[in-house]
């Protein structure tokens, strides 16, 4: 008795051990997935802004501005002095006084203009003393430019300026009867081209200057918007813009127009690439919804003009302006707008109105992120602090200062799963690219190219490996001799001891290079494979009976085996003849200039063929228990009632194993869809979207690996990273979830087997 209680008491400690064992273990992935999903949560908040900050300034102040450290705040008077926010003043080494007008550009580019008609541009330098322990700050005025005299002659109104970063420069001035002067400074000969001149009838409400100098835009007293490009200030096409427009302003890069119109509208215009194409062929061209005639020209968007047509030798191909269209419509302020303010470093800008109001948007996402009254008087100028974490504003006789914590402007659900307009592109896309050459790059981070490249590796290593894995399944458990059941079996599952990263080794440097070398015999004994396999057992089942069995078991594979061995032969001795014959030699040329299809070493082919070698031990294990498992009464009933061994397999092994092969298949596919080197190694992590076997794809788990070693901690990328591995674990929750769903519902079904 003693030791039975001994024993129920090991039972229950025992049983104690396991349950706590296993609630721990749920509870810590749980918490890992919790962790996860709470890194990607800050990317959805909205921007908040700070206290109120307000300071007294002269009337006269013209501009306003604060340091990359948002230590300092200063405005530019009309006597050229610079004021402190506490009050004290330095003036500027400037050559001509009073300034007439003035304007603040990103990348602090300050330019104005003065009563005698001259036009300077540079930026203020601020630089700290430190003098028996207090710090002193002294600003300098450093000129990028000589000094512009347009002359006195007319009554300057305003002025503003640009510079590309690379010692190129335009100014534009313009007068109150309508008259607007433009001059570009170049920097290696360091002399102003000869001023080009436009008229607007109106008179001039606002001019703006791309950041790339090719585009200035100017906004009449009646509302109309004028883009013209430099140097001969030629009109620019725009398409759905606002009738009455107040301000217009580039933001950073200068391929985006923020408008805003006098009702408070806000809108987004891009400038949109066009190609002139040009048909010397003798049949029409279709290109989208535009037909191009023999010996006609027609201007199109440059991605209606594929690969096929621009490697042919009758068109001609050659640049046309753009045009500005309208992409996006964002929620308006409440007043007419006086000021717009871009970012220094986002496609974020500044709103200011008649009635105190400014609101910060966001370009790209199209939101607007706040919106609020900071003054009683009309907002005269607004600046953006350099790192975007602030604001300055001139709002009647004071200067007003404000924090803003805006650390995820450019993500928002439609940026991340639905297609957005971004500048150089004729319509909106799926875009996955995070970096880029210059500071005027806008990260581009739709999570749907990441998705499909998953699904699409997963589609082709599926079609590989699971008819494959369960056909083998099956013949390995119910038709195959005894001595090949023992062979087969274990090394198969050998196969699943292979490192990934060795599997994407070999895939990426032994296979790419064989199947690009031998790409059209792969092709065509993919195809001829399967049509020997069927070819020889139908030769099997139409071979004399007495010839079937006097063979031993398993002679049949002799038959298979030999097929195979010879459809691989007759491939590979003709490929090459043929390829010379049809394609000329060369078939990935003829893919390229005749159908327009790129080929890429690292493909779909060599991901299916990789990934699907590593699947198949999965599904091919899993499946084989399966069929396995089916009780040996039921298969010796079928074959005792007249059935061939291939009838019993087929018509009860298979159903009565149904649940166990589907599960198969579902942890097959969620193995292929978290699947990392391989993929890493031999897709070529292109983000492309189309089903081309040729091409190449990035997935979430390979996007993962490679980024966030050099995502910043809290960054938007890194927040966005985390945010692919909480949608990946969610897939992989889907799958496992679906499959004991379905198999549930399969053993209830077949229950009687």
Not at 94 to 116: G, Q, R, T
Not at 180 to 206: C, I, K, M, N, Q
Not at 342 to 370: C, K, M, N, Q, W
Not at 701 to 724: D, M, W, Y
Request: proline content about 5%; charged content about 20%; hydrophobic content about 50%.
């Amino acid at each position: 008795m003693g030791r039975l209680l001994t024993e129920k008491r090991k039972d229950r400690a025992a049983r104690l051990v396991i349950r706590v064992g296993g609630i721990l273990v749920i509870l810590v992935v749980v918490a890992i997935v919790a962790n996860i999903g709470l890194e990607a949560l800050p990317l959805f908040g909205g921007a908040t802004a700070g206290p109120l900050e307000r300071f007294d300034v002269p009337a006269d102040a013209l501009l306003a501005g604060s340091d990359p450290r948002r230590e300092i705040v200063w405005v530019l008077i009309r006597s050229g002095e610079v004021v402190f926010a506490g009050g004290e003043r330095q003036p500027l080494q400037l050559s001509a006084l009073p300034i007439v007008a003035a304007d603040l550009e990103v990348h602090n580019v300050v330019s104005f203009v003065d009563s005698a008609g001259t036009v300077s541009v540079g930026d203020l330098r601020f630089r700290d003393r430190w003098v028996d322990g207090e710090r002193t700050t002294q600003v300098r005025w450093r000129a990028l430019a000589e000094p512009l005299a347009l002359g006195e002659d007319r009554a300057w109104q305003g002025v503003t300026a640009n510079a590309d970063g690379e010692g190129g420069l335009v100014a534009a001035a313009w007068s109150a009867g309508g008259d607007v002067l433009v001059a570009a400074w170049d920097g290696d000969d360091e002399a102003w081209s000869e001023p080009s001149r436009t008229f607007v009838r109106a008179g001039v409400s606002s001019v703006a200057i791309a950041q790339d100098l090719g585009e200035v835009a100017v906004v009449g007293n009646d509302g109309r918007l004028s883009v013209l490009r430099l140097p001969g200030l030629s009109p620019l096409d725009l398409d759905g813009g606002p009738d009455s427009i107040a301000v217009a302003r580039f933001l950073i890069g200068g391929g985006s127009l923020v408008v805003a119109g006098q009702d408070g509208a806000v809108r987004v215009m891009l400038e949109v690439p066009r190609v002139k194409v040009a048909n010397h062929g003798e049949d029409r061209l279709r290109l989208g919804h535009h037909t191009v005639e023999v010996g006609e020209t027609a201007t199109v968007f440059d991605d209606q003009v594929g690969q096929r047509l621009a490697s042919r030798t009758d068109v001609v191909l050659s640049a046309a302006d753009p045009i500005w269209q309208v992409v996006r419509v964002l929620d308006p302020i409440d007043a007419k707008p006086t000021w717009i303010a871009p970012a220094h470093r986002r496609r974020g800008f500044l709103v200011g109105g008649e009635d105190g109001t400014v609101a910060l948007y966001y370009s790209t996402s199209g939101r607007r992120l706040i919106m609020g009254r900071w003054s009683e008087s009309s907002i005269r100028t607004v600046a953006m602090d350099p790192k975007g974490d602030g604001a300055v504003v001139l709002a009647g006789p004071d200067l007003l200062r404000r924090a803003i914590d805006n650390p995820h402007p450019e993500v928002s659900l439609r940026t991340l799963f639905l297609p957005v307009w971004y500048e150089g592109y004729a319509r909106p896309h799926w875009v996955w690219q995070t970096t880029g050459g210059s500071d005027a790059f806008e990260p581009k981070m739709s999570l749907w190219p990441l998705i499909f490249g998953t699904l699409k590796a997963t589609l082709y290593a599926m079609l590989f490996s699971v008819p494959l894995a369960l056909m083998a399944a099956v013949y390995v458990s119910q038709l195959a001799p005894s001595w090949l059941q023992s062979t087969v079996k274990p090394v198969v599952e050998l196969m699943a001891a292979v490192p990934s990263v060795v599997v994407g080794f070999l895939a990426a440097l032994w296979l790419a290079p064989r199947l690009e070398a031998a790409l059209l015999a792969t092709l065509i004994g993919a195809a001829a494979l399967p049509a020997a396999v069927l070819l020889a057992l139908g030769l099997w089942r139409v071979a004399p009976e007495r010839l079937r069995k006097g063979l031993p078991d398993g002679g049949e594979l002799v038959l298979h085996i030999g097929s195979v061995a010879g459809v691989v032969a007759a491939v590979f001795l003709l490929a090459d003849p043929v390829e010379a014959w049809l394609f000329g030699g060369d078939f990935q040329r003829h893919l390229f200039t005749e159908w327009g299809v790129r080929y890429d070493p690292r493909n779909s082919i060599v991901v299916g063929l990789g990934l699907g070698f590593a699947v198949i031990p999965v599904i091919f294990s899993i499946a084989e228990d399966a069929c396995s498992a089916v009780p040996e009464s039921l298969v010796n009933a079928s074959r005792a009632l007249g059935a061939t061994r291939w009838q019993t397999a087929v018509r009860l092994v298979v159903p009565a194993a149904s649940p166990g092969l589907f599960a198969a298949v579902m942890l097959g596919l969620g193995r292929a869809v978290g699947e990392t080197m391989i993929v890493l190694m031999a897709a070529g992590n292109t983000p492309l979207l189309d089903l081309s076997l040729f091409n190449g794809m990035r997935t979430m788990s390979a996007a993962i690996a490679v980024e966030i070693p050099e995502a910043p901690v809290g960054s938007t990328l890194f927040r966005v990273l985390f945010l692919t591995g909480t949608l990946l674990f969610l897939f992989t929750l889907a799958v496992t979830t679906a499959a004991d769903v379905v198999g549930t519902y399969l053993r209830r079904r077949y229950a009687r087997f």
